[in-house]
């Protein structure tokens, strides 16, 4: 088994940034997939960003591509998303997601789930 936990989200202006991070626990980190995903009011939930493990490849959605940044530190357990140049649209709940064998851009590619951490950006 492996937790998850969020942390970073909060309010800010549009423009501004934040950093969100993802502490794991219970299973090897270095060796799982690390995924990104947001959920916003109404709406699916979708794919921000990952990193595969095994070459460090690190893949972003179109709407995020040159403002946010995924990154990990193995030795702390933990993946962040760097966040800038934030938007109102890019208000939502955000997810982390893990996964040992799988490596996508959808929630079925993910086994294992944070609870989330809502980040609000006001215009």
């Known amino acids: 088994q492996v937790q998850l936990v969020e942390s970073g989200g909060g309010l800010v202006q549009a423009g501004g940034s934040l950093r969100l991070s993802c502490a794991a626990s219970?299973?090897?980190?270095?060796?799982?997939?690390m995924g990104w995903f947001r959920q916003a009011p109404g709406k699916e939930r979708e794919f921000v960003a990952r990193?595969?493990?095994?070459?460090?490849?690190?893949y972003y959605a179109d709407s995020v591509k040159g403002r946010f940044t995924i990154s990990r530190d193995n030795a702390k357990n933990t993946v962040y998303l760097q966040m800038n140049s934030l938007r109102p649209e890019d208000t939502a709940v955000y997810y982390c997601?893990?996964?040992?064998?799988?490596?996508?851009?959808?929630?079925?590619?993910?086994?294992?789930w944070g609870q989330g951490t809502q980040v609000t950006v006001s215009s």
């Open positions: 219970g299973r090897t980190f270095a060796t799982a997939n």
């Open positions: 997601a893990a996964d040992y064998r799988r490596i996508g851009v959808t929630e079925r590619d993910y086994h294992y």
């Open positions: 990193f595969t493990w095994i070459n460090g490849y690190r």
